[in-house]
């Protein structure tokens, strides 16, 4: 329970979902968490046991550290701003995750419009940059320190009609790599996590649709759909001490959706 001891780490998208997953579990794992979101509630739609506490409530709950502040990812002031709250409050930053992401889909790529472009290049790639640009001037002050970015599947491969999002984490997949290349001899390590369809508010449509999500799970090697503690988990390890040789990996929690996907003719 003392993976994270003495660390402190950000996690952007924090109030809902995978971010509020991985923001609960470091906190269980000793690290003081800054929970940053658009809001404190969470997301509608959310598969949250404890719906009605907020990320912090539920940390704080379990005898864990964490506050709450407001960030626009899109903003890069208000993420050095975030940046910033954390060494004042907490007096170091060790770790950070970013999180925060939106997604398009349901149409061809001609039928995308530049609004749907620009609010998945926005959130996913400019706010990851920002995150990225900003935690790097912290860590090269103090030696070093752990970047923790969370893709996509969509960032190793293409999907049908998702391109505006599927662009958007390409580019972050590309950063990620960027970042470990330029960064590494300065103690500064970078991960991307890629999961495929986890439960959270973000995939509660496609997770309603009873036959949707029958086809999907049947689709995968594993034959269910992720869960968050399947990221969270993988968010501590890369995160901790435990992974120090680990750089520049773009690590995917899929169920094994990129090794092949299932039809019924391959039964």
Request: hydrophobic content about 40%.
């Amino acid at each position: 329970m003392n993976r994270l001891k003495d660390k402190v780490a950000i996690v952007t998208g924090a109030s809902s979902g995978i971010g509020r997953a991985i923001a609960v579990h470091y906190a269980k794992e000793g690290a003081k968490v800054v929970v940053a979101d658009l809001h404190e509630g969470r997301n509608h739609g959310g598969f949250e046991d404890t719906a009605s506490a907020t990320t912090v409530e539920e940390i704080e709950k379990s005898g864990g550290t964490a506050f709450f502040t407001t960030c626009d990812v899109t903003s890069q002031q208000q993420v050095a701003d975030l940046v910033g709250i954390a060494v004042r409050r907490f007096g170091t930053l060790d770790v950070i995750v970013n999180n925060a992401g939106i997604y398009r889909s349901g149409k061809l790529v001609h039928e995308f419009d530049e609004e749907d472009l620009d609010a998945c290049w926005d959130v996913n790639l400019k706010g990851t940059w920002f995150g990225c640009q900003e935690a790097i001037k912290v860590f090269l002050g103090k030696g070093g320190g752990t970047i923790v970015n969370i893709v996509s599947t969509a960032g190793l491969g293409g999907h049908p009609k998702q391109s505006v999002y599927n662009i958007s984490k390409g580019a972050v997949s590309s950063l990620t790599k960027c970042v470990a290349i330029e960064y590494g001899r300065d103690g500064i390590r970078a991960n991307g996590i890629c999961p495929t369809y986890a439960k959270t508010s973000m995939t509660r449509g496609h997770f309603d649709d009873a036959d949707y999500m029958k086809a999907f799970a049947e689709s995968i090697p594993l034959k269910r759909w992720g869960e968050v503690d399947d990221i969270s988990n993988l968010a501590v390890f890369l995160a901790s001490d435990e992974s120090a040789y680990i750089h520049g990996a773009l690590i995917p929690v899929d169920g094994g959706e990129t090794l092949c996907r299932y039809s019924v003719e391959d039964e």
